[in-house]
């Protein structure tokens, strides 16, 4: 998939240029190809194998939190925040210069990102703040559905007011996209999410414990109070970075954990969360490759991709499930 | 024998503040010694279940102490309290692909690491575990492919892996029938009398827990706990007191009798009228075989005082727990 990945694009690239650019002949390649592959494919490729891995296991972290196969990392309203934080960015770098933000030189990608990453952490700390407080987790997913339509009527106000260019630019980002982190940035997007998916191995035990339910985890010796904010916490800081970066990409973290404990028939994290991660990154670099086939010009929104492969997907698996236990009973 | 489990001056209920707290009854101070099934029963909304939480650590009492095994749970932390005590609930769990091993398994993970690898010691408890609750040639099965009788048998596999001296149940019999409440009622009584395992129970199947259990903890809404082994609590009109009818033992009831591994020695008992009918029903519960005519020892009522005579003693007792008790001493 990796590979497909580097052929295939607006312009295609030979297999055979690609595996000898990898081993260094660099004569082998024309010079605009070798930046192609470099600038733009190859960091394309890592940022949708890591961000497809980093939303897979925050969705699966949802999921067994609040033992609901609907939970995915957008329930709680993080990602809400994070289009929040880019609505209110762009508004007021609007309003304060009287032109269109996206207009003025400063205001980049990073500002965007920056923006995103703040609107995410809001929310994250605000539900981590009241998750102590709160002795059911059904509250909290009540809780975290609220802000997100909160945050999304906050983003539909300041939307309503801002300047058209500024408008598209939100609508730009909201398509969601694996091309927007940089070379520069790479390393530092790769480390942070890589970072987090080995938090997530960590917690594979304290995982299958919690879909044991409360009691029964407890009872174990979990300390739930605190393993309950540390998932939090974990699925908020994957998805704060990965909606920074890429948008709000929809779907994937839904869907992939499902697609996990299908093909491996188990409910043991140790297995579910390399699994997912594994899921995640094909289904990505999978929607990536579909967004850039050839023969189509540019880059297709990822957003409505992965949505376009994720909704049939997740009604089959309910369907399949629902036959399931129709046979079992 | 040894106190496994100690409830000093314990008071339960809710507190929606620091200040204005709800007791759900006076404190209870009851114990349970190591080996006993006991089970807890009383009408709905007697607190069984706030008394089931505050055991499990599940929510804080709102005084007094509970002991488990002399240690005091205030002190402990969880990991230490996960190898004292394992619960089974009725509650349904785990998605459409947890395997009964993994469950079962799971009852090992206050001893293992971070990556929750077994050694051999853990696998040997675990096959144990499976073939104690008898359910071996379930472990491959999902969990959601199992009758509720099955499952049930699961959580406590996974009990039993967790293996702890204490084992709370809360309503164990509730879902199933009646072969199945027959086949859990013989596992708990092997699990107590044959493996030591301290067993609290609660259940609202009177016929089944009367027959069986070696004490009842009776609860009713703002009455005092009351211990004791089921035949005083009938004959004192205690039972009848807390559910507020009238129980009668019926006598088209499925046989419980027979579970209890009978013992040689037989005792005498003749007279008529419910108190000897709970006095016998005590005697064969505990295994003894009772006669209208000869036996080792001979008992009577006279003046609402049991009185127990051999060949040369005359002793009187206050209640069939202490009767009983000094029976047992005596063979």
Known sequence: MLLLNLFFGSVTIHPKEVISAFLGHSADIAESRRIILYEFRFPQAIVAIVAGAGLAVAGLLMQTLFRNPLADPSILGISSGASLGVALALFLAGSFSGQAAVNMGWFTSIGLSMAAFAGALMVLFFLLMISGRIKHVVTLLIIGIMIAYLTGSLTGLLRYYSQKEDIQAFVIWGMGTFSGVGSAQLPFFTGAIMLGLFVSILLSKSLNMILLGDRYAQNLGLNIKFQTRLILLLAGYLTAIITAYAGPIAFIGLAVPHIARNLFKTSDHRILIPASMLSGAVLALFCNLIARLPGLDGNLPINSITSLIGAPFVIWVMLRQNKQSILES | ?331
């Open chain 2, 1 to 331: 024998m040894k106190e496994m489990l100690k409830l000093n001056k314990l008071v339960i209920g809710y507190a929606s503040s620091k200040k204005d707290a709800k007791a759900l009854m006076p404190p209870i101070s009851v114990s349970m010694n190591s080996g006993d099934l006991v089970a807890l029963t009383g009408p709905n909304g007697a607190g069984k279940t706030t008394l089931f939480r505050a055991l499990s650590s599940n929510i804080l009492p709102l005084g007094g102490e509970i002991f488990i095994d002399q240690q005091n749970m205030r002190k402990l932390h969880a990991r230490e309290k996960s190898a004292l005590l394992s619960i089974v609930l009725t509650d349904r769990i785990g998605d459409q692909y947890m395997k009964v091993s993994d469950v079962v398994a799971s009852g090992r993970y206050p001893y293992v690491g971070i990556w929750a690898r077994l050694n051999k010691l853990d696998r040997q408890i675990i096959d144990q575990s499976l073939h104690l609750a008898g359910i071996e040639a379930l472990a491959a099965r999902t969990l959601q492919s199992l009758s509720d009788g099955e499952r049930q048998k699961v959580m406590i596999a996974k009990a039993l892996a967790q293996d702890t001296p204490l084992i709370l149940m809360d309503e164990p019999a509730a879902f199933l029938d009646y072969p199945s409440k027959i086949a859990l009622i013989r596992l708990l009584k092997t699990l107590s009398s044959e493996h030591n395992k301290t067993i609290l129970f609660s259940s609202h199947d009177l016929d089944m827990i009367i027959s069986n259990v070696d004490k009842i903890w009776l609860m009713a809404p703002q009455k005092p706990m009351i211990s004791g082994i089921p035949e005083d609590l009938l004959a004192s009109g205690k039972m009848n007191d807390y559910f507020g009818i009238p129980y009668q033992l019926a006598h088209t009831v499925f046989d419980y009798a027979g579970l209890s591994s009978p013992k040689n020695n037989s005792v005498c008992v003749h007279g008529v009228g419910e108190d000897y009918n709970w006095l016998r029903h005590a005697l064969r519960r505990k295994g003894y075989a009772v006669s209208e005519t000869k036996g080792d020892i001979v008992l009577r009522i006279a003046d609402g005082k049991y009185i127990l005579s051999d060949k040369q003693v005359i002793s009187k007792f206050d209640t069939l727990e202490k009767l009983t008790n000094e029976i047992d001493k005596y063979f």
